[in-house]
């Protein structure tokens, strides 16, 4: 089934740097999407990138998609404290018959000491 | 719009009880899902509703889960008989098309002791 996976699990930046994280998937989608959760909160949409875009920015966000390998990145700039959250990719099938099970990854772990 | 709204926020409750669920999705989204998150296994597909038609309930871990939307404004995902291992934080989303982005609710905190 569908299903993009986040990677690293986990990192770890001074205030400051710069985060890159990734997402690879597994079949044609229609867009890709990330996500961001803090602690303890529902997740909240950040971006959407459709499959015929190759870059999309917003504020310190920059994703870029790769339609040829299957992948997605997600920068943030100039990271803040307040960036520490996890970060969700989700992959939304192409649409074939109207089936829109979208499905999400397991999470990237932002962690941006002050 | 308030958002999409989820109650109760916190529910603990013992073993065998009914519990239910309730979401209320932001007016004009015609589609709605259910998902549930554990550490063990993530954020979790449970069911999902477009225009109130459940329409994939695959993710739906067995029988004692159940879910409904009556109207395009409300839906309740109810476990019954509830069991230690559904305890999860359970969220509700809505979109306006089902390939778009998802709005979240703030999340039921279910523990079943």
């Known amino acids: 089934s569908q299903q993009g996976e986040e990677d690293p699990q986990a990192l770890s930046i001074q205030e400051g740097e710069n985060a890159t994280m990734n997402c690879s998937y597994k079949t044609s989608i229609n867009n890709l999407q990330w996500y961001r959760q803090n602690s303890g909160r529902g997740l909240v949409h950040l971006i959407l990138i459709r499959s015929n875009e190759r870059e999309k920015h917003s504020g310190r966000l920059r994703v870029t998609l790769d339609t040829s390998k299957k992948s997605s990145s997600l920068l943030i700039t100039a990271s803040r404290a307040a960036d520490t959250a996890s970060y969700f990719c989700a992959t939304p099938p192409f649409n074939s018959g109207g089936y829109q099970k979208v499905t999400f990854g397991t999470g990237t772990k932002l962690q941006v000491i002050p | 719009d308030a958002g999409v709204i989820q109650s109760p926020r916190h529910e603990v409750t013992e073993m065998g009880q009914e519990v239910t669920l309730r979401c209320k999705p932001i007016s004009g989204h015609d589609y709605l899902f259910w998902y549930r998150q554990t550490m063990m296994r993530g954020l979790e597909l449970l069911i999902y509703f477009n225009n109130n038609v459940p329409i994939d309930d695959s993710g739906m871990p067995e029988d004692r889960f159940s879910a409904k939307m009556p109207n395009a404004s409300f839906s309740t995902l109810k476990i019954q008989p509830s069991e230690p291992r559904d305890s999860a934080v359970y969220f509700c989303?809505?979109?306006?098309?089902?390939?778009?982005?998802?709005?979240f609710g703030p999340g039921t905190r279910l523990t079943v002791t």
């Open positions: 989303a809505s979109s306006q098309g089902g390939s778009h982005e998802q709005y």
